[in-house]
């Protein structure tokens, strides 16, 4: 039976409109289960001719509708059901097409989610390795700096090793000038011009051996709180008015060891840098603080007082603050000895600690000294040690002197025999020894460290104390390793540092003298 369409179709133009009402007809007149498949292939065709959904859906209702319309109801309403199974078929296309569509969308969610996830393990990765990459360089730069100053530090301790024998001659061959020249004020003027370049001289060496770590250190457990306060007071004496001296020093600070004559200078030689970066006139913070520290960079790990010395002048560039602990490097022209942060180096490095330095250019800088905690029990002041004057007492007895400088050596004989000692020459360690095994009336050992032939100043003391275990020894050096490590003091041997005034030679002298009578 062909059943009537009253509706035009001009509306949906093209084949598949006209197949899919002869479809349509055929499958409401036959029930022909191929008709399913003409509707599934329509779907698809429609597809592909561009028609959506709601086209189809349209057209199918147009002409569902026509037909309707030209039919009896009763025949009407049967065929409601299966036009909706052809019409569904017809859409099957469309459902797989919108499933493709929603799975795809899902595949693509799970894998925006999965690159999403990825880019920030890859992100977390490329800060890990970026920030390791970071530590790397400061680490290999901290050690070029450390090998740098080492090796820099090796010289200047050679160097100040020789520059103290030859001050040793100049102050005492001054000092034993000068007796000789008494009523004669110029003489005495141009020797005192000639002492005061000598004890200058003086002064460079041990900011030399500070810096190489070579400077004889007498460390003693203090408590910084009390120490640091005293020491802001000595800067604000030494910097003037102009400066303001500000100060963070809790009363609970960790007990520290050191030296503190050379903690005093250390903070001295800041406060005079700071003083010339803030052109005379500023405000000087000194800040000091527990820490507990772990930077293996410069080696530091665990309990440090950490002191902090920040001023607000012009700051120090990038290309400078690389070298300003450099020894001889200054930016002040010729009134600059550019020992000053040196000194603080080789001071901090040999007391255990380390020194940091920051600065802003325009803002101001920040030194940084840590130092290592203590649990030594706090030493109390026993009083100023009394002078000794040369015309106290003559001495009395034979002193054998040991050193390889024909020059020292010299010196020390002469004013030891000015002080009324006798006096033996030895210019090696072996001499010295066959010395005292063929004569038995020496009195006092007085040997310089540093010598050539296999045994030092140290080793000859040893070898004396072995086999004449009574006789006082008096040690003496510009420079030593061992000294620096506290080998010679540790094995009790009371050691005279070069350059030494004629005074302090007597006083070390007599002292041991009196104490073996």
């Known amino acids: 039976m062909t059943l009537p369409m009253t509706l035009p179709m001009t509306q949906f133009p093209g084949s598949i409109a006209r197949r899919y009402a002869a479809a349509l007809n055929g499958y409401l007149a036959d029930g022909d289960e191929a008709a399913l498949t003409q509707a599934y292939e329509l779907g698809r065709a429609a597809l592909r001719e561009g028609f959506g959904l709601l086209d189809l859906t349209i057209l199918h209702h147009q002409i569902l509708a026509g037909l309707l319309l030209d039919q009896p109801s009763r025949r009407a309403l049967e065929w409601l059901d299966p036009a909706a199974v052809f019409l569904a078929e017809c859409l099957a296309p469309f459902e797989m097409m919108l499933r493709g569509y929603r799975e795809t969308n899902e595949s693509l969610s799970l894998a925006n989610e999965a690159l999403t996830h990825a880019k920030g393990e890859t992100d977390a990765a490329h800060a890990r390795l970026m920030a390791e990459a970071a530590e790397r360089e400061r680490a290999e730069t901290a050690l070029r700096q450390t090998q740098r100053l080492h090796a820099v530090g090796q010289l200047s301790g050679g160097i100040a090793h020789h520059f103290n024998n030859l001050l040793t001659v100049i102050m005492g061959n001054v000092h034993m000038a000068r007796r000789r020249v008494a009523g004669d004020a110029r003489l005495e003027r141009l020797l005192d011009s000639a002492a005061l370049g000598a004890e200058h001289g003086a002064t460079v060496t041990r900011q030399l051996l500070a810096f190489s770590r070579r400077q004889m250190l007498r460390p003693e457990a203090i408590d910084p709180s009390s120490r640091l306060a005293e020491a802001a007071r000595l800067m604000a004496g030494a910097l003037g008015g102009a400066i303001v001296i500000e100060t963070d020093i809790p009363d609970d600070l ?264």
């Not at 050379?262 to 005379?280: F, K, S």
């Not at 040893?462 to 008096?474: D, G, K, T």
Request: net charge negative; with cysteine.
């Open 254 to 517: 960790w007990p520290i060891e050191i030296d503190a004559t050379e903690l005093d200078l250390a903070l001295i030689n800041l406060g005079l840098n700071a003083r010339d970066a803030m052109g005379g006139h500023g405000v000087l913070r000194v800040a000091a603080s527990n820490r507990r520290l772990d930077d293996p960079a410069v080696e530091q790990a665990g309990d440090y007082l950490v002191v902090e010395v920040c001023d607000n002048g012009k700051g120090i560039d990038p290309e400078n603050l690389a070298r300003v602990f450099d020894p001889f490097f200054t930016t002040k022209g010729a009134s600059g000895t550019g020992l000053g942060l040196s000194q603080v180096y080789g001071f901090a490095n040999q007391s255990g600690g380390a020194v940091a330095i920051e600065s802003v250019v325009g803002e101001g800088t920040t030194v940084r000294l840590s130092l290592p905690a203590s649990r030594g029990v706090i030493a109390t002041p026993d009083g100023a040690q009394p002078a000794w004057h040369t015309d106290d007492a003559a001495g009395k007895g034979v002193v054998l002197v040991v050193d390889d400088d024909v020059a020292v050596a010299g010196l020390a004989a002469a004013l030891l025999e000015e002080c009324g000692f006798q006096v033996k020459l030895a210019y090696r360690a072996g001499a010295a020894l066959e010395l005292l095994s063929q004569e038995s009336g020496v009195d006092l050992l007085f040997s310089d460290i540093v010598m050539p032939g296999g045994m030092d100043g140290i080793a000859l003391a040893e070898e004396v104390r072995r086999h004449w275990p009574a006789l006082p020894i008096l040690l003496t050096s510009g420079y030593s390793e061992a000294i620096a490590d506290g080998r010679a003091e540790a094995r009790g041997f009371t050691i005279l540092a070069k350059p030494y005034k004629p005074a302090d030679l007597q006083r070390g002298v007599m002292g041991l003298l009196k104490k073996a009578a």
